[in-house]
Structure formats: structure tokens, C-alpha cells
């Protein structure tokens, strides 16, 4: 069974870094395409990035230039280095594994940005 462990979260200062990370198992992490998604309350789920099992990287404009995604095969983890943090990045960061039509989110981790 395919367990998402997320951690990094935590209460930083708006222009802040944070890095979450993703720690993955109970399946073949490298056939995986995998991504981070957040949520606030009262909006839907959305996407921040995503990394192909080949590596191939796309993110929402939102965060282009200041987060970056990154994946180890080898450790089965993923991670999501943010910089240049802004209020508006406070959510909850989710993360997601797919393949095919398979899908697994982790429990969520609470990022809060203050002004």
C-alpha cells in the first residue's frame, strides 16, 4: 500500500525559505509521477508542481522562480524547496503520487507565511 509522508512545515517570515519533503514507500517510487498540491480552507485543492518519472518538471505560475521540485529515486523522496515566501503560499501542502490512474496523497503538511 502506497504511504505519502510529508514534513518541513512550519511558520515562516514573508521573503523565508521552507523545505518540505515527501517520503515515500510501499511502492516503485521511480515509475511515479509525483507533485505537491496545497489547500486553503473554502478553495479548491491546487497544484504547485509536479515531476515526471523522467524528470520533466511543470509549475504553476503562481510559484515559477521560486519554488523547486525535485525527486530522489534512490531514497524514494520528493521535495519542494520555497523561497521568497509570501502570505499568499500559507496552505496546506499535499503530497500526490500518480501513475496511471493510480493516485495517493499524504496527510498534508501546514505551511504559514506571516507579513
Known amino acids: 500500500q502506497v504511504q505519502l509522508v510529508e514534513s518541513g512545515g512550519g511558520l515562516v517570515q514573508t521573503g523565508g525559505s521552507l523545505r518540505l519533503s515527501c517520503a515515500a514507500s510501499?511502492?516503485?517510487?521511480?515509475?511515479?509521477?509525483m507533485a505537491w498540491y496545497r489547500q486553503v480552507p473554502g478553495k479548491q485543492r491546487e497544484l504547485v508542481a509536479r515531476?515526471?518519472?523522467?524528470?520533466?518538471?511543470n509549475y504553476a505560475d503562481s510559484v515559477k522562480g521560486r519554488f523547486t521540485i525535485s525527486r530522489d529515486n534512490g531514497k524514494r523522496m520528493v521535495h519542494l524547496q520555497m523561497t521568497s515566501l509570501k502570505p499568499e503560499d500559507t496552505a496546506v501542502y499535499y503530497c500526490?503520487?500518480?501513475?496511471?490512474?493510480?493516485?495517493?496523497w499524504g496527510q498534508g503538511t501546514q505551511v504559514t507565511v506571516s507579513s
Open positions: 515531476i515526471t518519472r523522467g524528470f520533466s518538471t
Open positions: 500526490n503520487a500518480i501513475f496511471y490512474q493510480t493516485t495517493s
Open positions: 510501499g511502492m516503485s517510487f521511480s515509475v511515479y509521477d
